[in-house]
């Protein structure tokens, strides 16, 4: 959500901008713009609309800078138009500021502000911080002492980068609520939100915490909280690469992600399955399995996608290691006083690691004394550091705001944890090898999936100019429907909605008619006799029907319009392989209507605000 790139250095910042802000264009692509020192006068240019646009405008400009910092935005406050792109200055355009976050009192500061007879431009909370600056700067202070006093008067979240035409060998950044790196190369400095803009040039970073500011000169940089103490960082080598964060010939990063999928659920589970003992192998979260195993209750906690792999994983915890499982929204659990202590193990599972609400769910959960896990994918993230233990999901980076195989890479995981912790308690040794089995044989099933590409393809157009659409299923394969009908909404913007199959005649079935299409998801279960039924009674309605069913499946067909043929797996793995057809139907269909599906309307790829 919302951008930051910065530079100081000895070569021309400008390119580096521009290249670190396509790379954060997932995260925020509504305006973008850069600030740069000029023989140390500032020049800020700002756009609305992609970056691809500011690039066009400032290349004709043959700029050259050591030093600037850029953003792409998402707008929370006023409307995505130039004025209130980022950076913004104060009056006298001496000083200049990027902000990702939210100030939550910017209309208390504003008005005092504005009774000190500072004029603001924008409709921004941002704007606030840049005047609130400089008026400590106009009472005497240094540049880094201006912002961490600004800062100390400050509610909200923030990730900032300033820089100051009266200092300009340096750039000061800080950060609360919202990540901020600081990248090591050879006397150049980088400062981003998210390493993959800065990839290009180094894999030396430092990991800002939340209240700490810093110092960032072309040859060091130094640390200190917002309380003036020094602090010293851990430098961290970053192993992720600039391939895996391109688009490598694949018209989407979505597709991309999608055809990954066998792939990086390998990697969420290599050197983790062991066979013979039928168990699985976590070193995150070795020395507290002990602990989690014998946990009262586990609750866990996600927003989104994550949330629906939590629903996945709720069913695995209980059918397997028999603890009470509850899955809760992060933004629910961290404001309804929740009844945890001690006795409970917390998950919280994000593939961005910096969701706020899943965050503050954290926070919420350590305070009350919960064992509290990390599940994410992104290494160094907040929440992975900030919890007590946890295991990553080594998707790779995802980039399409869609999640796709970053949901795949966390059901793999929780069924890891699953073995895990339930052959430490009543899963016998022959039922813990034959999950761990079935796991390994998951990658090349996926492999079969995809090779139906074109057919979903062809269903897709069959359906794309639908306006709503049902998503169905039972057990495991419930919080598939639920994944499935959120895919199709946020990239198509076509009304979807997921529900337990027999649910359905208590409500929605009152929807259907012809022009409803309803997916089912259908594999051969214990539950299929129930579907079929459920099947029978929307085609009664003259209810269209795709079925993801099994491919040892005949007798489906003749029921429905559509099947999309999956391989068989044991339930609990289900959903990884039934959850792909409807992944490659809705990117399909929003392709189709010519819809941007990396980008869709609204969104942001890691919602760092409440
Ligand atoms: C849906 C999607 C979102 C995220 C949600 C949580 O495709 O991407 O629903 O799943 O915002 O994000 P993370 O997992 O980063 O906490």
Redo the contacts with the bound molecule.
Sequence with gaps: MCGIVGYIGENNCVPVLINGLKRLEYRGYDSAGIGILIDNHPLVIKNKGKVSELQSKIEKLKLSSPIGIGHTRWATHGEPNEINAHPHCNGDKSLFLIHNGIIENFETLKKGLQQLGYTFLSETDSEVLVHLIDSFLKRGNNLFKSVRMALTEVEGTYGIAVVYEGEPDKIVAARKGSPLVIGIGDNEHFIASDVSAIIAHTSQVVYLDDGELVEVYKDHFCAKTIADADIEKEVFEITTTLEEIDRGGYPHFMLKEIIEQPESVFNSMRGRILLEQGTAKLGGLELVADRLANSKRIIIS?????WHAALVGEYMFEQFARIPTEVEYASEFRYRNPIVGSEDAIFFI???GE?AD?LAALKEAKNRGALSLGICNVVGSTIARESQAGVYIHAGPEIG???TK?FTSQLVVLALITLLIARKKTMSLVDGKNIALELEKIPEKIKQILKLNEHIENIAEEFKNATNFLYLGRGYNFPVALEGA??LK?ISYIHAEGYPAAEMKHGPIALIDKNMPAIFIAPKDSTYDKIISNIQEVKARKGRIIAVASESDDTIDKLVDYTIKIPDTIRMLMPILSVIPLQLLAYHIAVKKGLNVDQPRNLAK??TVE
């Design positions: 996600a927003c989104g996608t994550s994000s593939q961005s969701t899943t705001v869609a999640s970053a959120l895919k946020e890691s919602v």
